[in-house]
């Protein structure tokens, strides 16, 4: 098979670009030292984390000389993600560390006054009419991150270089860039499903660099930022001892016949399977009884994301147990070495549930500082703010008054069981068995600041109702951040989707049990809400 270089600087999931390109027909070969570089015809740079980070890894090993070396010999070379950034001069991220010059100007950051940030989800690639490696105006692609070159029409095309713009909010940015023998992406190809892999092969092949400029037709480009539609898994150990999906009714997974029996809905890789062939824009696994059970000895949660990162190609991510731990044999484990297994099996993102409410708590209680040590700081600056979801149960606490309680009340609509007119959000930790005296608002206010780049938001008394969302709860918590918000919690048809894009600002909607039973697949949620006039991804086989 033919082969391809991947430059092997920084930790992250290098795993899917690697099942990437061996579903295009390549091997992999890894670079692991400057020298190396010199045996490479074809090069990929994949990034993660920040801009600093990167660029001094890179330097402080001697790759920078090495890398402008390839390019400068006309050997094919791709950039992808902060891969793309490392080519710029700077970034307003790290304003001291210099990139590679390859490409002139800064990057600089996405303005959140009126959006979400960091930018997460599938976006265009506009390439306006000109061949660049066979991306596609009808296409979507899988962007994260915070910092972008921002576009301006004619800058870069005088330099030489053909441009593929995304749009978020007022905000046009540079998606991929190409010129001669170099392609960047700042969205990540390996997590684009079938639109991703076309443009890695284009790249492999060569085909897309002898094209490359080429005045093309197709149809017009669609609009910006796609609303997510993620599906979550729940898998934990049955009664037998195997991993199987379940899904709980307000967290209860056992079955209400007299047997008890754990809720036994599959099998969590063909699941994830067939959920990416029905579109689904991410998969999230939670492993809900690991608050019990050590991860480091969970070694099939390892194995199903391995399985499954070699033919699902959109993100995935895996919560529980991602905390400091000491293993079986007493050895103690950090929280970032956790997730690092992860990373290394495929993950994207990891979900932190009942150790971030804990973490919260002691930010309070020491007036609001962060000393570095926390799960979500340690694996944010490790991995960057995108890799780090924290996940939260929250459930309501109605009062009677809004200052009856010291605690984020809002007026609801739903008025609680005496008829009280107010309610708070209680967080819980270990699957919703103990409630803390933490309201979600101090909570998420707390994670952002500690560096989580999303928050996935469930809800007790909503899960498996089919009720639809709690947009009160989503409501508040949007107000409350900058950062993405996943609602998740008792969707039971289509109609809900639409229903918590159009009410609440979120970012992304999960469901699960509708997708597990069979109710409606996640295409078929996806056609009504396009058929709404919603901006979604359509899979492509
Ligand atoms: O605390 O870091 O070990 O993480 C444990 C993780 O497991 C947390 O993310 C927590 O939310 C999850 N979890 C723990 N117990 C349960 C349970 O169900 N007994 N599941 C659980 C959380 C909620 C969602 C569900 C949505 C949508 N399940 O995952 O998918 O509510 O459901 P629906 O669409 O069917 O209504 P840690």
Redesign the pocket.
């Known amino acids: 098979m033919p082969e391809v270089h991947l430059l092997d600087y920084v930790a992250g999931n290098v795993r899917s670009l690697v099942n990437a390109i061996e579903k295009c027909g390549y091997t992999v070969s890894w670079v692991r030292s400057p020298s190396e570089v010199a045996n490479a015809d074809k090069l990929i740079l994949p990034g993660v984390g920040h801009f600093g980070h990167c660029l001094s890894q890179l330097a402080s090993a001697g790759y920078l000389p090495a890398i402008k070396e390839h390019i400068a010999a006309g050997k094919p070379f791709m950039g992808i993600c902060v891969g793309l950034q490392a080519l710029f001069e700077g970034s307003l991220e790290d304003p001291e560390v210099a990139g590679l010059g390859t490409i002139k100007g800064k990057l600089d950051r996405f303005d959140d006054s009126q959006k979400a940030v960091p930018h997460i989800g599938w976006n265009s690639a506009n390439s306006s009419s000109k061949s660049l490696y066979d991306l596609r105006p009808e296409s979507k692609y899988y962007y994260v991150h915070t910092y972008k070159f921002p576009y301006v029409q004619g800058e870069l095309e005088s330099q030489g270089w053909t441009v593929a713009t995304g749009t978020y909010g007022s905000e046009t940015f540079v998606g991929a860039v190409a010129k001669d023998n170099i392609l960047a992406t700042q969205f990540h190809p390996e997590k684009s499903g079938v639109a991703g892999l076309r443009l890695i092969k284009s790249f492999l092949t060569g085909e897309g660099a002898k094209a490359l400029g080429q005045t093309v037709t197709g149809p017009a480009p669609t609009g910006g930022l796609t609303k997510r539609i993620i599906a979550?898994l729940?898998v934990r150990t049955n009664d037998q001892g195997d991993l199987v999906v379940t899904?709980?009714d307000q967290?209860d997974?056992r079955e209400k016949s007299d047997d008890r029996n754990v809720r036994n809905l599959g099998k969590p890789v063909e699941m994830a399977k067939k959920y990416y062939e029905q579109g689904a824009d991410e998969v999230t696994f939670?492993?809900?009884t690991?608050?019990r059970d050590c991860p480091v000895a969970d070694l099939p949660m390892l194995e199903i994301l391995r399985r499954t990162s070699e033919t699902v190609f959109v993100p995935l991510t895996i919560?529980?147990?991602?905390?400091d731990t000491v293993d079986t044999d007493g050895t103690k484990v950090s929280a970032l070495e956790i997730a690092t297994m992860y990373f290394k099996s495929g993950a994207d993102k990891v979900?932190?549930?009942?150790?971030a409410v804990l973490a919260a708590e002691e930010y309070y209680a020491v007036g609001q500082k962060l000393f570095g040590n926390t799960a979500i700081e340690q694996i944010s600056k490790a991995y960057g703010n995108q890799a780090v979801v924290v996940?939260i149960?929250p459930k309501r606490v109605y009062v009677p008054k809004a200052d009856a309680t010291r605690h984020a009340t809002i007026k609801t609509a739903f008025p609680g069981p005496k008829g009280e007119e107010f309610c708070w959000y209680a967080c819980t930790?270990?699957?919703?068995r103990e409630t803390r005296d933490m309201d979600v608002v101090e909570v998420v206010k707390a994670v952002e600041a500690m560096g989580t780049g999303e928050i996935?938001l469930?809800c007790i008394d909503?899960?498996?109702?089919n009720s639809g969302y709690d947009l009160e709860l989503i409501t508040q918590v949007k107000d409350a951040i900058k950062i993405p918000v996943i609602a998740?919690?008792?969707?039971g048809n289509p109609a809900h989707f639409e229903e918590v894009f159009a009410k609440t600002r979120t970012d992304a909607a999960?469901?699960?049990?509708?997708f597990h039973r069979g109710e409606y697949t996640v295409k078929e949620v996806k056609d009504h809400l396009a058929q709404k006039g919603l901006e979604v991804r359509q899979f492509e086989g």
């Open positions: 979550c729940d899904k709980g967290y997974v939670l492993n809900i690991s608050f919560g529980g147990g991602i905390r979900s932190i549930g009942s150790d996940s149960d930790i270990k699957g919703g996935l469930n909503k899960d498996g109702t998740s919690s008792g969707a999960l469901g699960a049990g509708i």
